[in-house]
């Protein structure tokens, strides 16, 4: 099945530092979510964009949707140790269930 | 609310024995979805739910594999007999469809070991 996937990163940065990660799908979508796990628990949703937007800002988050190129970025500003996660863009293509990319893992060194 | 609750966190188990997770949707979310998560295959939708009604069980792995919602607030997933590759991590995700556009909540998971 299409799902979104995620350029297959394991980013190591300092605190303080932004991280950035990719995801790419191959049709049409009504809208791309992205989520964060961190070690031993279950996904949480972040922030959604419709295919509609172009760019969203939630907090220390700003996620942008290009839907010539069918990619989206997510950018994680001023990381914190906390922020140490793996995260996965969702797609969304109106059939009511999400597609899942691999995941990025994200490790914020204090 | 007290989230999408999952039972048992941890389930360890010999081949050829029979598994049954459950799972508890957040109160007044009408879709529920089964993934599956290993570091091979990432995170698989497994089966999907609206209103209680199977919708969607394309990606259940086999006959070994079954799924029930008998009411709007429990389901089970049920492995039969269990084998050493089914050992992954089982998460339950509800949403309300048609609300937030299908933000899903996720469960902490059921940890499967078949040995």
């Known amino acids: 099945s299409q799902q979104g996937e995620e350029d297959p990163q394991a980013l190591s940065i300092q605190e303080g530092e932004n991280a950035t990660m990719n995801c790419s799908y191959k049709t049409s979508i009504n809208n791309l979510q992205w989520y964060r796990q961190n070690s031993g628990r279950g996904l949480v949703h972040l922030i959604l964009?419709?295919?509609?937007?172009r760019e969203k800002h939630s907090g220390r988050l700003r996620v942008t949707l290009d839907t010539s190129k069918k990619s989206s970025s997510l950018l994680i500003t001023a990381s914190r140790a906390a922020d140490t996660a793996s995260y996965f863009c969702?797609?969304?293509?109106?059939?009511?269930?999400?597609?899942f990319g691999k995941g990025n893992q994200v490790v914020v060194i204090p | 609310d007290a989230g999408v609750i999952q039972s048992p966190r941890h389930e360890v188990t010999e081949m050829g024995q029979e598994v049954t997770l459950r799972c508890k949707p957040i109160?007044?979310?009408?879709?529920l979805f089964w993934y599956r998560q290993t570091m091979m295959r990432g995170l698989e939708l497994l089966i999907y739910?609206?209103?209680?009604?199977?919708?969607?069980d394309s990606g259940m792995p086999e006959d070994r594999f079954s799924a029930k919602m008998p009411n709007a607030s429990f389901s089970t997933l049920k492995i039969q007999p269990s084998e050493p590759r089914d050992s992954a991590v089982y998460f339950c995700?509800?949403?309300?469809?048609?609300?937030?556009?299908?933000?899903?909540?996720f469960g902490a998971g059921s940890r499967l070991t078949v040995l």
């Open positions: 964009i419709r295919s509609n937007e």
């Open positions: 109160s007044g979310h009408n879709s």
């Open positions: 995700a509800s949403s309300r469809t048609g609300w937030e556009a299908n933000v899903l909540t």
């Open positions: 969702a797609t969304d293509y109106g059939n009511n269930r999400l597609a």
């Open positions: 739910f609206n209103n209680n009604v199977p919708i969607d």
